[in-house]
């Protein structure tokens, strides 16, 4: 079946400093790639998707790119904040399946 | 655009009694509709997949007696916990599928319902 892992947390970074967060997956056919964020207390906010091989997402600084050779879709950004402080979540949907499959979270704390 | 909207954001019940939860898609029609648990520290658990005027597919495991989903029209789905225990208590997250295509297929959350059981 499909599934997804994530780099294990927690990650602990100074503000300004590189992050990647690291997902891979295991899927059938062709599936659409997520992350997600989750701020405390909150639900899920899409952070960014790529719905096809080479397909890069970005939002707000994040980015990630959809690589079907490696398959993974790692998460990037060049100079992270104490804002960006939340778990994210990657997870995929499947080709025919509506339902997203998610990996297990990475808690990404940021001191300033 | 597509907000998705829980009520309520916190309940506190006692042991024995129902709890309804709602999820609205506010800007969007959502055909498809998805409830989540989730425990501390911890990633989501599909409990089920509800569609429009359809009954709910419940994942392996999850009591659709204990855990009722309407999904009576295509902005409103509701979780009703009957008869709610202390294990019960959990982070409760909906979602909802925007109508159309796959391309379509990314699914928007709501923000969640922290459910206590006493």
């Known amino acids: 079946g499909n599934s997804v892992t994530q780099m294990e947390g927690p990650v602990t970074l100074s503000e300004e400093a590189f992050l990647t967060i690291n997902c891979t997956y295991t899927?059938?056919?062709?599936?659409?790639l997520f992350w997600y964020v989750q701020y405390p207390g909150e639900g899920l906010q899409l952070l960014l998707k790529?719905?096809?091989?080479?397909d890069k997402g970005s939002n707000k600084g994040f980015e990630a790119t959809y690589r079907k050779e490696t398959t993974s879709f790692h998460l990037e950004k060049g100079s992270v904040q104490v804002s960006d402080s939340a778990v994210y979540f990657c997870?995929?949907?499947?080709?025919?399946?509506?339902?997203?499959?998610f990996g297990q979270g990475t808690r990404l704390t940021i001191n300033p | 655009g597509a907000v998705v909207s829980q009520h309520p954001s916190r309940v506190i019940c006692k042991s024995g009694t129902s709890v309804k939860i709602e999820c609205r898609s506010l800007?969007?029609?959502?055909?498809?509709m998805f409830w989540y648990r989730q425990f501390p520290k911890q990633s989501l658990m599909l409990m089920a997949t509800?569609?429009?005027?359809?009954?709910?597919?419940?994942e392996q495991g999850v009591e659709k007696d204990k855990f009722l989903i309407n999904h009576a029209s295509l902005t409103l789905s509701t979780l009703t916990v009957t008869s709610a225990h202390p294990e019960d208590s959990s982070f409760y997250i909906c979602?909802?599928?925007?109508?159309?295509?796959?391309?379509?297929?990314?699914?928007?959350f709501g923000p969640g319902t922290r459910l206590t059981v006493l």
């Open positions: 979602s909802a599928r925007v109508a159309g295509s796959r391309l379509t297929d990314t699914q928007y």
């Open positions: 899927a059938t056919g062709y599936p659409s």
């Open positions: 790529a719905t096809k091989a080479d």
């Open positions: 997870a995929l949907s499947g080709t025919r399946a509506q339902k997203l499959v």
């Open positions: 800007d969007f029609q959502a055909t498809t």
């Open positions: 509800s569609n429009e005027g359809s009954k709910a597919t419940y």
